[in-house]
């Protein structure tokens, strides 16, 4: 799979000569005060990969100036910047074992929507949502039905690909069928033609739409709202004297009573508060993904400040969906939010579970200048900081940024669990499961692991005490193979057991350290001495315990 290795914004929109984006082919988060331009790099992909299906000259339309004789209300130049051939997007991808591709849109260079389909696949595979789709699914007066064609029509059609047939293409063909108002008697091949073109996108349309529905729920559930349930239904468009009447895509809700029954929800708008409709919306979304184009040699997901109508708790959902559900396991994501607690919490989640699968940015305005414009700088981690201090002979700010470190790594070590395994060697077989379930969730099981995974496969193909007897009962060798299974689980135990004595052993010291140095030199106080050899000794102590549990060594 390509990934995007760089992204280099020019002059587009709130860009002016703004230094590449270094993505390394990892996933993305990236923290953007309001007005920094965040938005700008959802916006440059987005149109990079709509690019793909649209002809040079509608292309060139956005990387046009206008000027007092000519206003192009298309151009997505910067408006501080005269010479609009300055003005490009441009992506690298890589991939393994396979040359580097590059792909650029601007007023004199397109490539995306030529020979090689790449750019063209990832557009029907990838998705991008931002908070603006939340706004719209449920932007409905009291009175009024749900009806998300628009919604539909804006943003989810030129994705969907039926039978070689993409769904935006068609409808636009519609609607240019229906400028002229076609007559049966008069107009009769175009009549015709509008006709059986309308009656095709019914089909379609509805044979998309259907599939959606098993999955919108099943994200539902995740989001913890098991008693509500939804359907998307479909109303043919018709062509009726003269008149095109759009297809409806109707929201059909229901909730379940205490007594069980099912209660239609009429107004939804209305009955559920914001962070339940979001959970509707995003449910929908999602789904959608699983309709789309899966074989793609690139695909990714952009979300901008998509999280922000839900609670913390369901932010973590949608994280725990984007990193676990097998849909999204080829894609790379690329996050933008303003809310510093989000991101905060979102990149210690990707540190302890993909850490070296993520990359983080900051982005704030730079008014230095006459201009404002973006300032894009790396997320560094605590420790980079700490050292960096430490060179500038800024102790206590070293020694804040040590205590930083610190509460991330205990917070990793609480919510792991990282305490001993309980082993009897008189429960039965089918109690392993639990036991493996604990060990399995610790990062650094080293060469264990295969041996911990080809056991799980055995229990995860029916209960392990069956197992034995169905499958182990006539293998001369079935004592040598328990003996076997069950001493490297004891081998495993003894691991575990002395890797937790040694974290004890650094938690002790750091203990230490927290009461002499980093708690007194966080606050206003001048009763501890600074010396910087305990402060270059926590910051070894934190290195230990950082591989003590990443099982990585920190340069």
Same mark, same amino acid.
């Given at each position: 799979?390509?990934?995007?290795?760089?992204?280099?914004?020019?002059?587009?929109?709130?860009?002016?000569?703004?230094?590449?984006?270094?993505?390394?082919?990892?996933?993305?988060?990236?923290?953007?005060?309001?007005?920094?331009?965040?938005?700008?790099?959802?916006?440059?992909?987005?149109?990079?990969?709509?690019?793909?299906?649209?002809?040079?000259?509608?292309?060139?339309?956005?990387?046009?100036?206008?000027?007092?004789?000519?206003?192009?209300?298309?151009?997505?130049?910067?408006?501080?910047?005269?010479?609009?051939?300055?003005?490009?997007?441009?992506?690298?991808?890589?991939?393994?074992?396979?040359?580097?591709?590059?792909?650029?849109?601007?007023?004199?260079?397109?490539?995306?929507?030529?020979?090689?389909?790449?750019?063209?696949?990832?557009?029907?595979?990838?998705?991008?949502?931002?908070?603006?789709?939340?706004?719209?699914?449920?932007?409905?007066?009291?009175?009024?039905?749900?009806?998300?064609?628009?919604?539909?029509?804006?943003?989810?059609?030129?994705?969907?690909?039926?039978?070689?047939?993409?769904?935006?293409?068609?409808?636009?063909?519609?609607?240019?069928?229906?400028?002229?108002?076609?007559?049966?008697?008069?107009?009769?091949?175009?009549?015709?033609?509008?006709?059986?073109?309308?009656?095709?996108?019914?089909?379609?349309?509805?044979?998309?739409?259907?599939?959606?529905?098993?999955?919108?729920?099943?994200?539902?559930?995740?989001?913890?709202?098991?008693?509500?349930?939804?359907?998307?239904?479909?109303?043919?468009?018709?062509?009726?004297?003269?008149?095109?009447?759009?297809?409806?895509?109707?929201?059909?809700?229901?909730?379940?009573?205490?007594?069980?029954?099912?209660?239609?929800?009429?107004?939804?708008?209305?009955?559920?508060?914001?962070?339940?409709?979001?959970?509707?919306?995003?449910?929908?979304?999602?789904?959608?993904?699983?309709?789309?184009?899966?074989?793609?040699?690139?695909?990714?997901?952009?979300?901008?400040?998509?999280?922000?109508?839900?609670?913390?708790?369901?932010?973590?959902?949608?994280?725990? +969906?984007?990193? &676990?559900? *097998?849909?999204?396991?080829?894609?790379?994501?690329?996050? /933008? !939010?303003?809310? #510093? @607690?989000?991101?905060?919490?979102?990149?210690?989640?990707?540190?302890?579970?993909?850490?070296?699968?993520?990359?983080?940015?900051?982005?704030?305005?730079?008014?230095?200048?006459?201009?404002?414009?973006?300032?894009?700088?790396?997320?560094?981690?605590?420790?980079?900081?700490?050292?960096?201090?430490?060179?500038?002979?800024?102790?206590?700010?070293?020694?804040?940024?040590?205590?930083?470190?610190?509460?991330?790594?205990?917070?990793?070590?609480?919510?792991?669990?990282?305490?001993? +395994?309980?082993? &009897?060697? *008189?429960?039965?077989?089918?109690?392993?499961?639990?036991? /493996? !379930?604990?060990? #399995? @969730?610790?990062?650094?099981?080293?060469?264990?692991?295969?041996?911990?995974?080809?056991?799980?496969?055995?229990?995860?193909?029916?209960?392990?005490?069956?197992?034995?007897?169905?499958?182990?009962?006539?293998?001369?060798?079935?004592?040598?193979?328990?003996?076997?299974?069950?001493?490297?689980?004891?081998?495993?135990?003894?691991?575990?057991?002395?890797?937790?004595?040694?974290?004890?052993?650094?938690?002790?010291?750091?203990?230490?350290?927290?009461?002499?140095?980093?708690?007194?030199?966080?606050?206003?106080?001048?009763?501890?001495?600074?010396?910087?050899?305990?402060?270059?000794?926590?910051?070894?102590?934190?290195?230990?315990?950082?591989?003590?549990?990443?099982?990585?060594?920190?340069?």
């Amino acid at each position: 799979m390509y990934k995007i290795n760089t992204l280099d914004i020019k002059f587009f929109k709130f860009f002016l000569d703004t230094d590449s984006l270094e993505f390394e082919n990892k996933n993305i988060l990236i923290y953007g005060e309001n007005g920094s331009g965040k938005s700008t790099v959802y916006w440059s992909l987005y149109t990079l990969l709509q690019s793909s299906f649209k002809n040079d000259i509608k292309i060139k339309e956005y990387f046009t100036q206008s000027t007092q004789e000519n206003e192009n209300e298309k151009s997505l130049v910067n408006i501080h910047e005269d010479d609009d051939e300055k003005s490009f997007v441009k992506i690298s991808l890589q991939k393994p074992h396979a040359d580097n591709k590059y792909f650029t849109i601007s007023k004199n260079t397109i490539d995306t929507n030529k020979e090689d389909k790449i750019i063209a696949n990832a557009n029907l595979a990838s998705d991008f949502i931002n908070y603006k789709y939340l706004f719209r699914f449920f932007n409905f007066l009291h009175k009024e039905h749900i009806d998300l064609f628009s919604l539909f029509e804006y943003e989810i059609f030129h994705i969907l690909d039926k039978d070689g047939v993409n769904l935006g293409n068609l409808w636009n063909e519609i609607l240019e069928l229906n400028k002229h108002k076609p007559r049966k008697i008069v107009e009769k091949t175009d009549y015709i033609n509008l006709i059986s073109k309308l009656a095709q996108f019914n089909s379609l349309l509805r044979s998309k739409v259907e599939d959606i529905n098993l999955p919108t729920n099943t994200y539902l559930i995740k989001f913890n709202f098991k008693d509500i349930k939804i359907k998307v239904e479909i109303i043919n468009g018709k062509y009726d004297k003269q008149v095109l009447l759009k297809p409806k895509i109707k929201l059909v809700i229901t909730v379940k009573k205490s007594s069980g029954e099912m209660l239609p929800v009429h107004r939804p708008q209305s009955y559920f508060n914001e962070a339940k409709l979001t959970a509707i919306a995003l449910s929908v979304r999602l789904a959608i993904s699983q309709i789309k184009l899966k074989d793609s040699e690139l695909k990714i997901l952009v979300l901008d400040d998509l999280l922000v109508s839900l609670d913390m708790s369901n932010r973590d959902t949608v994280l725990n +969906i984007l990193l &676990n559900d *097998d849909n999204f396991k080829n894609f790379q994501f690329i996050i /933008l !939010t303003h809310d #510093k @607690a989000f991101f905060q919490m979102a990149k210690n989640k990707f540190d302890t579970i993909q850490r070296n699968k993520w990359k983080y940015f900051e982005m704030y305005v730079n008014d230095s200048a006459s201009i404002e414009k973006p300032l894009i700088i790396p997320h560094e981690d605590y420790f980079i900081k700490a050292e960096y201090y430490l060179v500038k002979h800024d102790y206590p700010a070293c020694a804040n940024y040590l205590r930083k470190e610190a509460e991330r790594l205990l917070k990793y070590i609480n919510q792991n669990h990282l305490t001993d +395994i309980v082993f &009897n060697q *008189d429960e039965e077989f089918t109690k392993f499961k639990d036991m /493996l !379930t604990q060990a #399995k @969730a610790d990062n650094n099981i080293g060469k264990y692991k295969e041996i911990l995974d080809a056991i799980e496969i055995l229990i995860e193909k029916r209960e392990f005490k069956d197992f034995i007897d169905d499958e182990l009962n006539d293998n001369p060798k079935k004592d040598e193979i328990l003996v076997f299974m069950r001493n490297e689980l004891k081998i495993f135990q003894n691991f575990k057991k002395k890797k937790i004595q040694d974290l004890k052993q650094t938690l002790e010291s750091l203990d230490e350290f927290t009461r002499l140095l980093l708690n007194p030199l966080s606050h206003d106080t001048m009763k501890v001495p600074i010396y910087k050899q305990e402060l270059i000794n926590t910051i070894q102590i934190l290195k230990k315990l950082h591989r003590d549990i990443h099982g990585e060594e920190l340069p």
